[in-house]
T-cell receptor
Framework: KAGVTQTPRYLIKTRGQQVTLSCSPI?????VSWYQQTPGQGLQFLFEYFSETQRNKGNFPGRFSGRQFSNSRSEMNVSTLELGDSALYLC??????????FGPGTRLLVL | DAKTTQPTSMDCAEGRAANLPCNHSTISGNEYVYWYRQIHSQGPQYIIH???NNETNEMASLIITEDRKSSTLILPHATLRDTAVYYC?????????????FGQGTELSVKP
């Protein structure tokens, strides 16, 4: 079975721009979660989608949003980028929400 | 906040067993112990999980104390490729959905 895929793998943006990241879960997995990883804050949960509905949300500002499509693929969007949004963004999928399988991540650099 | 305490770093000789401890003194009866690892700049990788019985799979063994307040992840024959940050996480099996709360983890260095 193919693993979780994320695109793009690397991205450079400037402050004030917006960005959309994509995640394709493992086939059959309906839960997709997003995480942000920075050197200072570590791995932090952003939100989770299950069957196209947001089920869990972390403590991030409204500039961070996401959605899930009927095929379980998910996108996350960050509007009005700030320098502090530079991070590794990880997506994880799960069949039962208990065990998460992570993708390789998208490394975002905001200049 | 993470509900676990792990040493910041550990070293292990290649070929020897790596024993990574985790304290979770406030664990609830319905919470499982999960272990993930993250090799540099990659996504975290699921290793193993357990409730109260010892568990073993092809990657590792998980030993949970009888009072469930601590556990140990054992990599029986560590290789250089096991160098990574290891995260111990406690969570309910389903009630929390897909949310994982990561602590700082243990940075394991396997040395030749």
């Amino acid at each position: 079975k193919a693993g979780v895929t994320q695109t793009p793998r690397y991205l450079i943006k400037t402050r004030g721009q917006q960005v959309t990241l994509s995640c394709s879960p493992i086939s059959g997995h309906r839960s997709v979660s997003w995480y942000q990883q920075t050197p200072g804050q570590g791995l932090q949960f952003l939100f989770e989608y299950f069957s196209e509905t947001q089920r869990n949300k972390g403590n991030f500002p409204g500039r961070f949003s996401g959605r899930q499509f009927s095929n379980s693929r998910s996108e996350m969007n960050v509007s009005t980028l700030e320098l502090g949004d530079s991070a590794l963004y990880l997506c994880a999928s799960s069949l039962d929400s208990a065990t998460q399988y992570f993708g390789p991540g998208t490394r975002l650099l905001v200049l | 906040d993470a509900k676990t305490t792990q040493p910041t770093s550990m070293d292990c000789a290649e070929g020897r067993a790596a024993n990574l401890p985790c304290n979770h003194s406030t664990i609830s009866g319905n919470e499982y112990v999960y272990w993930y690892r993250q090799i540099h700049s990659q996504g975290p990788q699921y290793i193993i999980h357990g409730l109260k019985n010892n568990e073993t799979n092809e990657m590792a063994s998980l030993i949970i104390t009888e009072d469930r307040k601590s556990s140990t992840l054992i990599l029986p024959h560590a290789t250089l490729r096991d160098t990574a940050v290891y995260y111990c996480i406690v969570r309910p099996l389903y009630n929390q959905g897909g949310k994982l709360i990561f602590g700082q983890g243990t940075e394991l260095s396997v040395k030749p």
